[in-house]
């Protein structure tokens, strides 16, 4: 399996992430981001939303990093990480939604303003962080992981983004359940960091 990647990308981590948790093995290809490889074919061929990261798997293509999430649990993870039951699946599936736009649109977004230059309302992603964040808090008091009562898809896709956030601008001390659930996650077997972590 090959996934383009670019080492920067949260949405590119979370997919590294759990194919070291659950020691599955990918060729990693390396694309030019800044000089636009992404935006172009071979690539666009693949994706033509021009964005990373993109999975093949023989003829299967993806897009999409809670997608391919879901792929390479299903595919290559076992039940402990990509469960059967479909309330289970549910369950995890709300954590990949509030990967793909709460934390997108607020930490992650803010990251893009600060690290990157983007044209974003900063103020906004600072707002929708705040939203966020508190919940997300207050979610972790009583449990350990975000889904089930050990790690899945759901800790990897929420990770990357709220483990970068303060590259936003964004203190995460004010939530120390979230601050715990990091540490949690970086004590797993197999984890592996990237620029910012
Ligand atoms: N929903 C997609 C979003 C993918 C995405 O936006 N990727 C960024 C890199 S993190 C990208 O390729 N952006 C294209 C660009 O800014 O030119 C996912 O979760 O993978």
Request: glycine residues 8%; contains cysteine; charged residues 20%.
């Amino acid at each position: 399996m090959k996934l383009y990647d670019l080492e920067l990308s949260g949405n590119c981590y979370k997919v590294r992430l759990f194919a070291a948790l659950a020691n599955i093995d990918l060729e990693i290809a390396a694309v030019d981001f800044l000089g636009g490889e992404h935006k172009r074919p071979p690539l666009t061929d693949l994706n033509p939303w021009g964005e990373l990261p993109i999975l093949v798997d023989g003829d299967l293509v993806l897009r999409d990093s809670q997608a391919i999430l879901v792929h390479l649990a299903g595919t290559h993870g076992g039940a402990a990480w990509w469960p059967a039951e479909p309330q289970l699946q549910a369950e995890i599936v709300q954590w990949l939604s509030t990967a793909a736009n709460e934390i997108q649109h607020g930490p992650a977004s803010a990251r893009l303003v600060d690290k990157f230059g983007y044209a974003i309302d900063k103020a906004g992603t600072l707002a929708r962080a705040a939203r966020i964040l508190p919940l997300l808090d207050a979610h972790l008091a009583q449990r350990e992981w975000l889904a089930l009562s050990r790690p899945t898809i759901a800790d990897c896709a929420m990770f990357p983004y709220v483990a970068l956030a303060p590259e936003g601008g964004i203190d995460l001390s004010p939530y120390p359940n979230i601050v715990r659930w990091i540490d949690r996650v970086k004590r797993l077997p197999g984890y592996v960091a990237m620029p910012g972590t």
